[in-house]
């Protein structure tokens, strides 16, 4: 198997080359890999270094911030947080199943490229949560204290009260008042997270065609490796192994579940998904899968 079959994110170790480890033998993957940071920008009192193929990971009660700087934080598989300058969160659970953010101050974007059914993530904000219920692209900001959804649907709620908004609309965090807003009214920091989102879609074709290379080269017919970089597997929502889990894809005996996957040439991570058809990012930009790549 090649370098980039090695640097595969997933939810199994794999023990000796053995299929049977690699179907039995599950480890926790855990959401919050620092993936991109640009500026200042501190975990805790440290500030953030990333280096080529190590990524640092915000754990369960680390406070995530930026003064001068940005930074870019993949969550469960296909959901990345964007926070602009002078911005931070707290996190308070990081499982896929389960990942929940505090978000404490600033901007913050979230780009849905795929929400899974085995996975959530939600942030709360002071008094009132916030779900994250489809594909999307969500905007929190502390100063207005406000929700913009440009796309997908967020569930909002604050005590004995809930909203739910959709494509368009803003929601009042406090009041939970709903309104209209211009999608097309954005500004600088959103403008850097299409750029981001655009580069992470340039890296899943590489990304995928590593894994259909090593679905389709032998070793067992499935993918696998024991992560790259610290804090061990990042990545496939759900898991993946020989015919475990049925929402997966399945191809000459081989069954891949979609996650976080390396592209070495990018030095980065990408998305790379399980479903049939095409699949497009908020954005407008397609992720390609394993079959179709």
């Not at 930026?66 to 598989?77: I, S």
């Not at 609309?169 to 997270?193: G, Y």
């Not at 750029?195 to 067992?220: H, K, T």
């Amino acid at each position: 198997m090649g370098p980039s079959g090695r640097l595969v994110l997933c939810g199994f170790a794999v023990a000796a080359g053995s299929v049977a480890a690699l179907a039995q033998s599950v480890i926790s993957a855990r959401s919050g890999l620092i993936h991109y940071v640009e500026g200042q920008v501190y975990l805790g009192d440290q500030a953030v270094e990333t280096k080529f193929g190590s990524f640092p990971e915000v754990k369960e009660n680390q406070k995530l911030r930026t003064e001068d700087g940005r930074a870019e934080v993949l969550l469960t598989p296909g959901v990345f947080l964007r926070l602009g300058e002078n911005s931070s969160f707290r996190m308070v659970t990081n499982r896929l199943i389960d990942t929940r953010l505090e978000f404490l101050s600033g901007t913050a974007i979230v780009e849905a490229d795929d929400v899974g059914k085995d996975n959530s993530v939600t942030v709360v904000y002071k008094d009132t949560t916030v779900h994250f219920a489809k594909k999307g692209l969500y905007r929190l900001d502390s100063d207005s204290g406000g929700l913009r959804v440009f796309e997908g649907l967020a569930e909002v709620s604050a005590g004995d009260n809930s909203a739910e908004v959709r494509d368009g609309h803003v929601i009042a965090l406090d009041t939970l008042a709903v309104s209209r807003f211009d999608k097309n009214s954005t500004d600088a920091l959103d403008r850097w997270s299409a750029r981001r989102g655009e580069y992470v879609a340039m890296a899943n074709v590489g990304a995928a065609n590593s894994v259909r290379s090593s679905l389709f080269s032998g070793g067992g017919g499935a993918y696998g490796g024991g992560g790259y970089g610290t804090g061990g597997a990042y990545g496939v929502g759900g898991m993946y192994g020989l015919g475990m889990y049925s929402n997966g894809c399945m191809s000459g005996g081989s069954m891949f579940n979609g996650g976080w996957f390396f592209n070495p040439s990018f030095g980065m991570y990408s998305y790379v998904p399980c479903m049939d058809g095409a699949m497009y990012s908020p954005y407008g930009y397609r992720f390609w899968n394993p079959y179709n790549v």
